[in-house]
């Protein structure tokens, strides 16, 4: 309904402007994004569009990570990367799909995981899933120091409170790794 879209237009104004003094560019960009789609639902023009091939193989795969369904996530984003290899956001969920998907060999499906997206924040350091994703990765890999850099980066660019915690919950495992590593050495 249009109060609904007006509501979280107004929901994700009001976050995106209090991160405005942090981070004005990426601020801006995103207040752009988000007025762009509030008006193209208020218009129709959503759903008229017919999706190129790699944006619905992508779609099938945030779907299928959606329901921790990784063998198909894997799948399904591979065949978008292969369509679209240029899409960072496709790059960086192939790597998490890629991570979880336990069909193959943890050492190979980390490392591949891994490659992906550090290739991912190498191509836009900016890109908010690439860089949680990665800290993700890190911190389940036992890890959590390598997690601090992407996991900082990514705060100061989203007031998100998952994403805060996630930090805090990272910044914790850092200091007690670090206390455990100077107890035992």
Known sequence: SHDLVKATLRRLKARYQAAEAQEPEASRLMLELIQKAADQIVTGAVGNVELQEHERFYQV??????NKDWQRADKALSKAYQLCIEDINILAHLGWARFNNSDIDKEKRQGEALENLQL???????????????????????????????????????????????????????????QSQLDNG
């Open 61 to 66: 795969g945030l779907k299928a990570i959606e």
């Open 120 to 178: 991912a924040v190498q191509l836009d350091n900016s890109n908010l899933d690439a860089l949680v994703l990665l800290a993700k990765v890190y911190k389940e890999m036992g890890q959590p120091e390598r997690a601090l850099a992407p996991i900082r980066k990514a705060t100061k660019l989203t007031p998100d409170a998952e994403i805060q915690k996630l930090r805090e919950d990272i910044e914790s495992a850092a200091e007690e790794l670090a």
